[in-house]
């Protein structure tokens, strides 16, 4: 298969692999969280980076999306000249049973 795009592939962190603390400290971040419940709210590799309503830059954006693989809850893939993603809520939920669940339905609620 020939690719025409400039960039590396994504590296993906299997849930499995992931310390609880790195699944906390990437849920922690506001920006992340958001990027999060608008993908549980989205049907898989339907939502390109550049699709989401952040208050960062693109170089931030990239650095949120890379400590989401690396925490395993992100996987991504390049379709086309955009980098799709996909939330492994399966895959994340099988290694933290609820807690990802716990995560998207506190939304809103200060006392979360």
């Not at 693109?58 to 379709?79: C, I, N, P, T, Y």
């Amino acid at each position: 298969m020939t690719t025409t795009s400039h960039r590396a592939a994504p590296e993906h962190t299997h849930p499995d692999d992931v310390p609880v603390l790195a699944a906390l400290s990437a849920l922690a971040d506001p920006v992340r969280l958001t990027l999060v419940r608008e993908l549980a709210s989205s049907p898989a590799w339907t939502r390109s980076c550049g699709s989401f309503d952040v208050p960062v830059g693109k170089a931030a954006l990239s650095h949120h999306f890379a400590v989401l693989r690396a925490a395993g809850l992100v996987e991504q893939r390049d379709q086309g000249p955009k980098r799709v993603n996909r939330l492994r809520h399966e895959e994340f939920d099988a290694r933290f049973p609820g807690l990802l669940d716990l995560v998207l339905r506190a939304e809103g609620r200060e006392d979360a």
